[in-house]
């Protein structure tokens, strides 16, 4: 098998790996540039991503057209790798989870008013994102199909009860992808809504401590008892999602 990278993959992967080398690795040696959760001081991360963003070293798993550096699943791999090399990598070239995870749903099922709307602050480094699927025992975890959070249409809204938790970077995030129940098919029956934080109903219950440095935001309980999602559905899961974008049926959020 041939491992070599396309060239203009390797070109790109040099750069981040430079970056890294000179500019990120040196700050991880003094104190002062950290948080109290072990992680980047948020001042200097800003910094760094405007050097990243003007070196077109930004969101590199974005297409091109949405301000990011179009990579490949194999161009993303080599340059995650380079990244990670310094503990302020991925949130530096915007490309740190769960962000990197949110705009990828988004940009491949989103329709053209979800990504305006919820995507591109995100790929812009306005806003950060957390993805909410986990629940408190007896809920869901590595099983979806166990998931209790609910979502239920009450005219032209949603409202979503449930409680996650181990929700990264919950205490920073503004934009939620939240996954709840429609309906009892235990395969078909869940569905992707987007909520903002300050939706009424949505709470962070706590930070929840773990050992080591943590992701900007922590990890976070947050509970949506009576979230109303004005805005409505962002994506239906797995084959119904891409099925309503192309049909255009989805709802707009
Ligand atoms: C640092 C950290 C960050 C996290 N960030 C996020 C986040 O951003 N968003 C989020 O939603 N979650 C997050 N999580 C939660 C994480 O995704 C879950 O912990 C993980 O999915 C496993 O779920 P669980 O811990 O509930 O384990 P369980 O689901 O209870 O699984 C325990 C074991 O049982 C097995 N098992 C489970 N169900 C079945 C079944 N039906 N049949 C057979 N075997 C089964 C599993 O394979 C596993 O070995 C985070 C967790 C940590 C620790």
């Not at 060239?7 to 700050?27: E, G, T």
């Not at 922590?218 to 979230?227: C, K």
């Amino acid at each position: 098998m041939d491992f070599t990278l396309d060239p203009a993959i390797d070109d790109v992967r040099r750069r981040v790996r430079r970056f890294v080398d000179d500019r990120l690795i040196p700050l991880e040696a003094d104190r002062a540039n950290y948080d109290e959760h072990e992680n980047v001081r948020e001042d200097v991360l800003s910094a760094m991503r405007s050097q990243a963003r003007a070196e077109g070293l930004w969101a590199l798993q974005m297409p091109k057209a949405r301000g990011g550096g179009g990579l490949s699943f194999v161009g993303m791999a080599a340059c995650y790798e380079e990244m990670n090399r310094s503990i302020f990598g991925p949130a530096t070239f915007n490309s740190a989870a769960p962000d990197d995870g949110t705009m990828m749903v988004l940009e491949r099922v989103g329709t053209d008013a979800q990504q305006e709307r919820w995507l591109r602050p995100i790929v812009d480094g306005k806003v950060r994102s957390a993805f909410a699927m986990t629940e408190p025992h007896p809920g869901g975890g590595s099983d979806p199909a166990m998931i209790r959070t609910t979502a239920e249409r009450r005219g032209d809204k949603w409202v979503v009860h449930g409680h996650k938790w181990f929700i990264t970077g919950a205490a920073a995030a503004s934009h939620f992808l939240l996954i709840a129940r429609t309906s009892d098919d235990a395969r078909k029956g869940h569905t992707a809504f987007m909520y903002h934080r300050d939706q009424p109903g949505s709470r962070l219950l706590r930070r929840i401590p773990i050992m080591g440095p943590e992701e900007h935001g922590g990890h976070g309980e947050p509970s949506s008892r009576v979230s109303r999602s004005p805005t409505g559905i962002a994506c239906s899961a797995s084959a119904t999602a891409s099925r309503s974008r192309r049909s255009g049926s989805a709802p707009h959020g």
